[in-house]
């Protein structure tokens, strides 16, 4: 059966940014695990499940009755009760202050290499999902990293939605420090969508594990921490190409191994990509 592993931010995921590609997936048979990096439940971010809520660079919900039910439905079940614990399955990259350094390096790439030869091949696709939360802790997550150039050497399918193709951009060889998108076409949150106020982070992550003094669970940070569009033009360097597909209703790109997709709107679309990439072969797509 195939099996697709979804990574989760805990500071808030977009809720049609894991649903549209989750259905996709449940439609298609897939058998569909879930990851976040601590092992922690991950939340909604509650803008994503309020369909009167304007988005303020669109001017407009972007949000409909049925997905933000879809969202709530989700969370309020218990399918992700038991994500895998992303932290306790890839191990902590070695600080190069350390004394024993090299050593530890050794130690470090022999357990990568492990995870890579011996856990992924049950893995058919990984697919990274957006909202603010991801900014917070994929992005720049070295043990998500790993998996990421660990299904590429294994040539699987790498699927990003959003703010989550930030993982993409960083993902890179640490002895080279290329990206892995270098050279790549791919689409992602543009800078016409960014907000001005209201990047928004959600979840229990006060000392005791609730809410209280975290904002009652949200807490707004003005604008995003960077604008993500300059870091994924960057990122694919001379020979690649960011394409933003602004005022289209759609931006899915799929240059294999990646499939990305520029934010809410296009979900389901990249879930409907993913599917034709491992049930279809397909390549290039959107460019």
């Given at each position: 059966m195939?099996?697709?592993?979804?990574?989760?931010?805990?500071?808030?995921?977009?809720?049609?940014?894991?649903?549209?590609?989750?259905?996709?997936c449940?439609?298609?048979?897939?058998?569909?695990?879930?990851?976040?990096?601590?092992?922690?439940?991950?939340?909604?971010?509650?803008?994503?499940?309020?369909?009167?809520?304007?988005?303020?660079?669109?001017?407009?919900?972007?949000?409909?009755?049925?997905?933000?039910?879809?969202?709530?439905?989700?969370?309020a079940?218990?399918?992700?009760d038991?994500?895998?614990d992303?932290?306790?399955?890839?191990?902590?990259?070695?600080?190069?202050?350390?004394?024993?350094?090299?050593?530890?390096?050794?130690?470090?790439y022999?357990?990568?290499?492990?995870?890579?030869?011996?856990?992924?091949?049950?893995?058919?696709?990984?697919?990274?999902?957006?909202?603010?939360g991801?900014?917070?802790?994929l992005?720049?997550?070295?043990?998500?990293?790993?998996?990421?150039?660990?299904?590429?050497?294994?040539?699987?399918p790498?699927?990003?939605?959003?703010?989550?193709?930030?993982?993409?951009?960083?993902?890179?060889?640490?002895?080279?420090?290329?990206?892995?998108i270098?050279?790549?076409?791919?689409?992602g949150?543009?800078?016409d969508?960014d907000?001005?106020?209201?990047?928004?982070?959600?979840?229990?992550?006060?000392?005791?594990g609730?809410?209280?003094?975290?904002?009652?669970?949200?807490v707004?940070?003005?604008?995003?921490?960077?604008?993500?569009?300059?870091i994924?033009?960057?990122?694919?360097?001379?020979?690649?190409?960011?394409?933003?597909?602004?005022?289209h209703?759609?931006?899915?790109?799929?240059?294999y191994?990646?499939?990305?997709?520029?934010s809410?709107?296009?979900?389901i679309?990249?879930?409907?990509?993913?599917?034709d990439?491992?049930?279809?072969?397909?390549?290039?797509y959107?460019?």
């Amino acid at each position: 059966m195939t099996t697709v592993l979804f990574a989760i931010s805990e500071w808030g995921y977009w809720g049609e940014e894991l649903v549209g590609p989750l259905e996709a997936c449940d439609a298609a048979g897939y058998q569909v695990e879930f990851v976040t990096p601590t092992g922690a439940r991950p939340t909604p971010l509650a803008v994503s499940m309020d369909p009167s809520y304007a988005d303020p660079p669109q001017g407009k919900s972007v949000t409909s009755a049925e997905m933000a039910a879809k969202t709530r439905d989700l969370h309020a079940g218990d399918r992700m009760d038991k994500p895998h614990d992303l932290s306790g399955w890839v191990p902590e990259r070695p600080y190069p202050s350390s004394p024993t350094y090299l050593r530890d390096a050794e130690e470090y790439y022999r357990r990568v290499e492990r995870v890579i030869a011996d856990d992924l091949p049950a893995y058919d696709a990984l697919v990274i999902v957006g909202g603010s939360g991801a900014m917070v802790d994929l992005a720049n997550n070295q043990r998500l990293h790993e998996l990421i150039l660990g299904f590429v050497r294994h040539d699987r399918p790498v699927a990003a939605v959003c703010y989550g193709v930030a993982a993409l951009a960083f993902a890179r060889d640490p002895l080279r420090k290329l990206s892995i998108i270098r050279g790549k076409r791919v689409t992602g949150h543009p800078i016409d969508y960014d907000y001005h106020d209201g990047t928004g982070f959600e979840g229990p992550h006060a000392l005791d594990g609730s809410t209280t003094g975290f904002g009652d669970g949200y807490v707004n940070f003005g604008p995003p921490f960077y604008p993500l569009e300059f870091i994924l033009r960057d990122a694919v360097g001379p020979d690649g190409e960011f394409i933003g597909n602004v005022g289209h209703a759609e931006s899915v790109i799929v240059d294999y191994p990646f499939v990305t997709a520029r934010s809410t709107e296009s979900s389901i679309g990249c879930g409907r990509a993913l599917v034709d990439v491992l049930d279809h072969g397909k390549r290039r797509y959107g460019w």
